[in-house]
């Protein structure tokens, strides 16, 4: 890989080159502005003091018909050291004067008018580049010279060097600056995305088994700031993702244990019998111990499925009396089996506008659960009132106060004093779904032993609506 790839590939790298770039574009530009621009100063002053030259010259000559000569008042053209130039013609071409640094040579006669000046670069008698103003003087009517044409040249060798210097000391500064702002660049980079360095290798050595980490994004500069917190967020359902995962795969594990063992026991007993009656049984209770499992791996998929936000409220009017009716009709069957009586108390219709699936498995978890874990001839007391809060009360003399805060957990083992253990897994669904719902579900142990389990926060429908 070439040196220009690795600058390409590196984030410091394109910042860098692109700042190089960038700096080395404005002073290349600044350096050929300020040679036009300084350039043009010079040559301006130049033909500035050319042209008052050129004007006294002709002021002298036009007032000396045949003693033209102006090198007696004005020295500068009187030496052949001097480098200042001027030379006389008349209408007809002919050399009146000239200076005497031009060592008896012409000057090259250029184009000249009588509006005013015009300048012209141009090699001089002794050989070296000059400048030369030039142009035409009338006289007065009567001068047998007709007109004057008035040349004053300098020679420009020394103003080019001067100009060269002061472009090399441009170039100098130029690359000096360019080289300091790289350098200033490259350091302010390295410093500037020092953050970004420590994220990466906070990432590096993250620890994707602490449930509790956090990416610490405080540290990095506003600008990538939300970038960091959106990848944490990413990170975070990730993480949740996983965490689910693992819940799942171990409460899988961990609920359809007890059927399994009570399955492969049936199936043992059946296998060891040769009576039919007996058989038929034990198919029985293998048949009701799968039903057990599937609500099991339903309810956990469900539970999974909340959880990870796969499954969203989709609202509309639901009639909750209707729907707790329904949910004590499907458990008429299992309460009586056990003695167990089931009041509803609900005198009328209420509305709400919420899921009616969701609020469907809320109530046959919440309802189910009520009784599942109420001991033999309880009264499990439900109650509907006008604002849409639903309560759900079953005696549990197996609980005790310290157990409630921890009947949301699924793997709470709580002695029921009729099937054995309870898992919590019901109330745990039934949790995730209110959550789901934007509901509130409660969940106290009164003083006569009964737990009361209250659901509030539905969303009532309009009067028009109602009406409707």
């Known amino acids: 890989m070439s040196l220009l790839d690795r600058v390409r590939g590196s984030l410091r790298g394109r910042l860098a080159l692109g700042l190089g770039a960038g700096a080395l574009l404005v002073l290349t530009l600044s350096v050929v502005a300020l040679h036009v621009l300084i350039r043009g100063e010079l040559y301006e002053h130049l033909d500035e003091d050319l042209g008052a030259r050129m004007h006294a010259v002709a002021e002298y000559a036009a007032g000396h018909s045949g003693a033209e000569n102006v090198a007696e008042y004005m020295p500068q053209f009187r030496t052949r050291a001097h480098k200042d130039f001027f030379q006389i013609w008349d209408a007809g071409g002919r050399t009146l004067s000239r ?25 001089l008698p002794d050989g070296h580049r000059g400048r030369a103003a030039v142009r035409v003087f009338d006289l007065p009517n009567g001068d047998r010279r007709g007109a004057l044409t008035v040349m004053t040249a300098a020679e420009t060798e020394n103003l080019d060097a001067l100009e060269s210097r002061i472009h090399f000391t441009l170039l100098v500064v130029a690359v000096a600056t360019v080289a300091a702002m790289l350098l200033i660049a490259t350091y302010s980079i390295g410093r500037g995305l020092r953050p970004v360095d420590d994220f990466a290798r906070s990432l590096e050595v993250l620890d994707l088994e602490d449930t509790k980490m956090r990416l610490d994004v405080q540290s990095l500069p506003n600008e990538l700031r939300p970038v960091g917190r959106s990848f944490s967020g990413l990170l975070d359902r990730l993480l949740e993702a996983l965490a689910r995962e693992r819940r799942y795969a171990r409460n899988v594990a961990h609920e359809l244990r007890n059927p399994l063992a009570e399955m492969r026991l049936l199936a043992d007993v059946g296998a060891d019998s040769r009576e039919a009656e007996t058989c038929q049984a034990v198919i029985r209770d293998i048949g009701a111990s799968a039903g057990n499992m599937e609500r099991i791996v339903e309810a956990l998929l469900a539970l999974t499925r909340y959880e990870a936000g796969l499954e969203a409220p989709q609202p509309e009017p639901v009639e909750l009396a209707a729907e707790l009716r329904a949910q004590l009709q499907s458990v008429a069957g299992t309460a009586s089996q056990r003695a167990l009586v089931v009041t509803l108390d609900a005198s009328r219709e209420v509305w709400a506008y919420t899921d009616s699936a969701l609020v469907h498995r809320l109530f046959a978890n919440l309802v189910g659960n009520a009784v599942a874990h109420s001991p033999r001839g309880a009264t499990i007391k439900v109650a509907l009132k006008d604002g849409g809060e639903v309560t759900i009360a079953n005696p549990a003399p197996h609980l005790k106060p310290e157990d409630v805060p921890q009947l949301g957990e699924r793997f709470l083992r709580v002695d029921d004093g009729n099937h054995g253990t309870h898992a919590g897994l019901g109330l745990s669904l039934s949790l995730a779904v209110a959550k789901v719902l934007g509901l509130k579900l409660a969940l106290e142990l009164r003083n006569d032993g009964c737990l009361v389990a209250t659901l509030s926060g539905f969303r009532g429908l309009d009067a028009s609506f109602g009406a409707g």
């Open 99 to 123: 200076s005497d640094s031009s060592a008896g040579r012409d000057l090259p006669r250029l184009a000249a008018v009588a509006d005013g000046p015009t300048y012209h670069d141009l090699v």
